[in-house]
């Protein structure tokens, strides 16, 4: 599991080492982490770290002086360094008397033959966008094409959304220190690396799932287990103008567990053409028993689709509200009303525009929860960075990589996933992270397969590799 912590949590965690350890250590702790990555860096881009060249831009304060103090390390052990001071007025004193005394250099722009450049402009507490000083410098750097290394975050991206409003560092590296923020799964940071410097934080209500936590979570049969108690998933999806919906929502259902599936609607014949599996009904009332219900996807925003939607939501089974079913419910929020069993609404941005009144903005993750909140439902915010707020609960993000997802029909795979974990009995929110991860990695291996280079992919070709993804967990 990855925790995601808010600049406030860490300064609290922050305060009582500051106040017993020695003035200084603690950001030569930070220094010394980072030094080590950026040692690291140096050797996979250039073999080595004697005779290569860094320069630190340093902005006031300690996020400065942790650049400096890296840069320091790195000149004992062989570079050049060189520092850019944004404010020399404010500059951390110490780090640059270290900088200096080891041999580091102050320039007034970066030199050509740098290797790699330090972003220690501004750290968790910064906000907006990089002032023209700075921009200019990483302007230049980004023109020159050095990599940049940030320090616990790249200067002008937000800590708390990711978001950027004008001129940012585009880094290759980011090495935080303690805690990881959401902005390192939000925002672009390149790759990620955590310095532990003996922060003692508490659980926070912002999380990631890795592989292993959806795997001790996938349903797996047990000796005794048999069709019905791994979890029955009832599917109304489809209609005339679109029944391949209804065929990528119930096969991702077959894929994702190992119960039964169960198919209510006009695409029956279609469905039953590709999943022989699958027991189809004319009508919701006449499907038999089910454990959780998947609404939406093709249905249709007409009287038909609004009756299928009622039927699901006045049962006492978790149901998934997706694609169409949000239209329809959006126009009728009273459908969620008094509902109490657990209900998981999947918008893209434009639905979610419609459910709230307003796009999610730069803050996906307080939009999400507001809209969970007012709903009294999960809410998985689809995206390249997918965001599941709980009612009342923690938050999931799951960084999908890449956007392989964004294809016509994906969502379709990805509610008749999420819906089978719901039947087989997992809850709302943990089956929504566990669901879009095992999404984001079948698409991503859709891209590759066959063959190295990825390629253009599609929705039945993500179906296709959900089990692989499963498997590989």
Not at 320 to 334: E, S, W
Not at 345 to 351: I, M, R, S, V
Not at 382 to 409: D, M
């Amino acid at each position: 599991m990855r925790y995601y912590y808010s600049a406030d949590a860490i300064r609290e965690a922050e305060a009582p080492l500051l106040a017993s350890l020695p003035d200084g250590v603690l950001m030569r702790r930070a220094a010394g982490g980072l030094a080590t990555a950026i040692a690291r860096e140096l050797r996979v881009r250039t073999g080595g770290i004697a005779g290569r060249s860094v320069c630190a831009v340093a902005g006031s304060g300690d996020n400065g002086g942790d650049a400096l103090w890296a840069a320091t390390l790195l000149r004992r052990r062989g570079a050049s360094a060189a520092a850019i001071l944004l404010n020399p007025e404010h500059t951390h004193s110490k780090a640059l008397a270290a900088f200096q005394k080891a041999g580091g250099r102050v320039v007034q722009s970066v030199p050509a033959t740098t290797d790699l450049v330090i972003d220690g402009v501004v750290g968790i507490s910064g906000t907006g966008a990089l002032r023209p000083a700075a921009a200019e410098v990483f302007a230049a750097v980004d023109e020159a094409g050095i990599p940049v290394v940030a320090v616990d975050i790249p200067s002008g991206v937000d800590v708390a959304t990711g978001a950027v409003s004008g001129p940012a560092v585009h880094a290759a590296l980011t090495v935080t220190f303690g805690g990881l923020k959401p902005v390192h799964a939000l925002g672009d940071c390149g790759r990620v690396e955590l310095v532990d410097i003996g922060l003692d934080l508490p659980a926070p209500d912002v999380m990631s799932f890795d592989a292993a936590d959806v795997a001790a979570r996938w349903p797996t049969p047990g000796p005794k287990d048999d069709k019905y108690t791994q979890g029955v998933t009832g599917v109304l999806a489809g209609s005339a103008t679109y029944p391949g919906a209804a065929v990528l929502c119930t096969g991702a259902a077959v894929a994702a567990t190992s119960g039964m599936v169960r198919y209510a609607g006009s695409a029956a014949q279609q469905v039953l053409s590709h999943w022989p599996e699958v027991i189809a009904s004319p009508s919701p009332s006449a499907a038999g028993r089910v454990q959780a219900w998947v609404v939406g996807p093709g249905l249709g925003t007409d009287d038909a689709g609004a009756s299928a939607l009622w039927f699901a939501l006045d049962t006492n089974l978790p149901v998934i509200v997706d694609a169409d079913a949000l239209t329809i419910l959006a126009a009728h929020p009273d459908l969620l009303a008094n509902r109490t069993a657990p209900t998981v609404l999947t918008p893209h941005a434009g639905e979610f525009a419609r459910l709230s009144g307003s796009p999610p903005g730069d803050d996906r993750v307080a939009a999400t929860r507001r809209l969970a909140d007012h709903f009294g439902a999960t809410v998985l915010l689809k995206g390249n960075i997918t965001v599941i707020a709980e009612p009342g609960g923690p938050v999931y993000l799951n960084p999908a990589g890449q956007s392989w997802a964004a294809t016509a029909g994906s969502g379709d795979v990805l509610s008749g996933i999420i819906g089978a974990l719901l039947a087989a009995g997992l809850p709302a929110g943990e089956a929504a992270a566990a669901g879009a991860f095992v999404h984001a990695h079948a698409a991503n291996l859709s891209a590759v397969d066959p063959g190295p280079r990825p390629a253009p992919t599609s929705a039945s070709r993500i179906l296709a590799h959900v089990r692989t993804a499963v498997a590989r967990l």
